[in-house]
């Protein structure tokens, strides 16, 4: 399961820096660190929603399968004769805020939303392509942060104790920053790196300003 935070957050650094800049005093940010902490459950494609078979002409509401472990990007498969269905998903993100995912007219072969779903509510598929096609919905490598970034706010990232370098390679993470959406903050992890072992991501809290 996540945590957040994982220990609590603790002060770093100075609590207060002023400095003047002309006539006028500035006032630095207090900063914090938080600790985010998961195992999550291995790769599947299937894991919320097994091979469904799209229906001529009208839509299909569905329950998921079963639940994110944490806050975790969709991986949607649809197969060559699906191609063109609807897929919408709703649910929650990781502060409990209601978010959805409109899929419109999906092409062939696998989309990842950008959306981190804490929880899902219900799956609908439509289509009105006379052919019959399957679509499959299952999770990724991408992990939704418990926050809004406007930067890349990591500072370290460990995986059964092995710091993990940022970068795009396999054994790498990457972060997708988004501070419009708390569900769209999210950890990357390439495919050399495995999730299901320990993982603690540190990363910096910005805090409101020192009173003068």
């Given at each position: 399961?996540?945590?957040?935070?994982?220990?609590?957050?603790?002060?770093?650094?100075?609590?207060?820096?002023?400095?003047?800049?002309?006539?006028?005093?500035?006032?630095?940010?207090?900063?914090?660190?938080?600790?985010?902490?998961?195992?999550?459950?291995?790769?599947?494609?299937?894991?919320?929603?097994?091979?469904?078979?799209?229906?001529?002409?009208?839509?299909?509401?569905?329950?998921?399968?079963?639940?994110?472990?944490?806050?975790?990007?969709?991986?949607?498969?649809?197969?060559s004769n699906a191609?063109?269905?609807?897929?919408?998903?709703?649910?929650?993100?990781?502060?409990?805020?209601?978010?959805?995912?409109?899929?419109?007219?999906?092409?062939?072969?696998?989309?990842?939303?950008?959306?981190?779903?804490?929880?899902?509510?219900?799956?609908?598929?439509?289509?009105?392509?006379?052919?019959?096609?399957?679509?499959?919905?299952?999770?990724?490598?991408?992990?939704?942060?418990?926050?809004?970034?406007?930067?890349?706010?990591?500072i370290k990232v460990?995986?059964?104790?092995?710091?993990?370098?940022?970068?795009?390679?396999?054994?790498?993470?990457?972060?997708?920053v988004n501070d419009?959406?708390?569900?769209?903050?999210?950890?990357?992890?390439?495919?050399?790196?495995?999730?299901?072992?320990?993982?603690?991501?540190?990363?910096?809290?910005?805090?409101?300003?020192?009173?003068?």
């Open positions: 399961m996540g945590r957040y935070p994982y220990g609590g957050t603790k002060r770093v650094g100075l609590q207060e820096l002023q400095t003047y800049r002309g006539e006028k005093l500035l006032t630095a940010y207090e900063v914090r660190v938080g600790h985010y902490h998961f195992e999550s459950d291995s790769i599947s494609d299937d894991v919320f929603l097994a091979a469904t078979e799209t229906k001529e002409i009208e839509e299909q509401t569905l329950e998921p399968a079963n639940q994110p472990d944490v806050p975790r990007s969709l991986r949607i498969n649809v197969d191609a063109g269905v609807d897929v919408t998903v709703t649910g929650t993100n990781a502060a409990g805020e209601s978010i959805t995912y409109e899929g419109t007219e999906l092409a062939s072969g696998d989309t990842d939303t950008q959306e981190c779903f804490a929880t899902i509510e219900s799956i609908t598929i439509g289509t009105d392509d006379p052919t019959l096609g399957n679509v499959k919905i299952g999770n990724n490598r991408r992990i939704g942060m418990p926050g809004v970034f406007r930067h890349d706010p990591v460990f995986v059964d104790n092995d710091e993990v370098d940022e970068g795009d390679q396999a054994g790498e993470y990457q972060f997708n419009d959406a708390l569900e769209q903050n999210y950890v990357e992890f390439g495919s050399g790196v495995d999730i299901t072992d320990p993982t603690d991501v540190y990363f910096l809290i910005p805090q409101v300003p020192v009173a003068d």
